[in-house]
């Protein structure tokens, strides 16, 4: 079957899929420690010790509201934290993506307009 095959496919290169991804995690983390320290009074950013996710402090009144105005405004999507039975103070961010970049430049020009 197609699953077990792709799994078996998986194993056989799993240092360079891990390799290929921590780089990726790790040039994503670096963007976003920029992006943090030009926005300080809108976030409160702390690092993931671990992982490749991060419950970002997002001051508005609603990171809901803000996530739709910025999906059809500007086509990047933000996660809310209430989609985690959390508050909608934060936002979940993931670093795995290789277009991280190009929608955190996105979210920065529709910050700044």
């Not at 402090?57 to 996530?67: C, T």
């Not at 959390?86 to 670093?95: E, K, L, N, Q, V």
Request: glycine share 8%; proline share 4%; hydrophobic share 50%.
């Amino acid at each position: 079957a197609p699953t077990e095959f792709l799994a078996v496919a998986a194993l056989r290169v799993w240092r360079e899929l891990r390799d290929k991804n921590i780089a990726q995690i790790e040039q994503n983390l670096a963007l976003a420690e920029v992006f943090f320290q030009r926005w300080p009074a809108l976030f409160t950013w702390r690092r993931p010790l671990a992982g490749s996710t991060a419950l970002v402090g997002y001051h508005v009144p609603s990171v809901s509201a803000v996530a739709a105005q910025l999906a059809a405004e500007a086509g990047v999507l933000i996660h809310p934290a209430t989609t985690l039975d959390s508050d909608d103070r934060h936002m979940r961010m993931g670093f795995g993506r290789a277009g991280f970049g190009k929608a955190l430049r996105r979210f920065e020009a529709w910050l700044g307009r």
